[in-house]
C-alpha cells in the first residue's frame, strides 16, 4: 500500500481564552493560517486545513477537512482527516504556533520513523511530546479510533501509550503556544 504524507493544519478550536479566531492573527504581515499552510504545502506538496464548516466557507479556494466531532478538541480534527483520507500520514501543526518555521519542520521530517506510529517534537525541559508538531502515520488509525471510542480526548495521552520516534525540539519556544490576545501582543512587541 502507497501512503503519502499531507500537512494538516489545524484551525478549527474554539480560540475561547484568545477571543478571537487564532489563525487569523498576524504574526509576520500575514495570518497565521495561511502562514502555517504555506510552511505545510512546502515540506509535503498537499496541505489541508483542518477547520469548521463556516472556516471552510471562507477558504474556499483551499482544500479543507471539516471536522466532524466540533468542539472535542484537536483530536476530532485529527480523526476527521483519518477517516477522509485513511491511507494518508499527516504533519500535524497547530495554528497557535507561531515560532515554527520551515527549518523545523523539515528537521521533523528528516526525522521521521514510519515504523513507528509518530513522530513527534518532545520538548527539551519537560520531556513532554507535542502532539500537535507531529507526523501522524497512517497506521496509527486504528489505535485513534479506539482511544476515541472509549471516550478519550488527549492527543498527549495516546501518544504515551503507542511506540513513537520522539525529535528532540532544540530550542523551548519552537513549542511555544500563544493561547490569550496579550501573549499575542506581548509576542509581537519582541
Not at 7 to 17: F, N, T, V, Y
Not at 45 to 61: I, V
Not at 75 to 96: K, R
Not at 169 to 179: D, K, Y
Request: aromatic share 10%; with cysteine.
Amino acid at each position: 500500500m502507497n501512503t503519502t504524507i499531507a500537512g494538516l493544519l489545524l484551525i478549527g478550536g474554539k480560540s475561547s481564552r484568545m477571543g478571537r479566531d487564532k489563525g487569523k492573527l498576524a504574526y509576520r504581515g500575514i495570518s497565521q493560517r495561511l502562514y502555517g499552510y504555506a510552511l505545510l504545502e512546502a515540506v509535503c506538496g498537499k496541505a489541508y486545513f483542518s477547520c469548521t464548516e463556516a472556516q471552510a466557507d471562507e477558504l474556499h479556494d483551499f482544500p479543507c477537512i471539516v471536522d466532524q466531532y466540533p468542539g472535542q478538541g484537536p483530536l476530532g480534527g485529527i480523526l476527521t482527516a483519518f477517516e477522509s483520507y485513511p491511507h494518508t500520514s499527516f504533519l500535524v501543526l497547530a495554528c497557535d504556533m507561531p515560532r515554527v518555521a520551515l527549518e523545523n519542520l523539515q528537521h521533523l521530517l528528516g526525522q521521521r520513523n514510519p515504523t513507528t506510529l509518530a513522530t513527534v517534537m518532545q520538548h527539551p525541559r519537560s520531556g513532554r511530546v507535542e502532539p500537535l508538531f507531529a507526523i501522524w502515520e497512517d497506521r496509527i488509525y486504528p489505535s485513534l479510533q479506539n482511544y476515541w471510542e472509549e471516550g478519550e480526548r488527549s492527543p498527549t495521552g495516546l501518544l504515551d501509550q503507542i511506540p513513537v520516534q520522539r525529535v528532540w525540539a532544540g530550542s523551548p519556544e519552537i513549542l511555544e503556544n500563544i493561547n490569550t490576545y496579550q501573549e499575542y501582543r506581548a509576542h509581537i512587541a519582541e
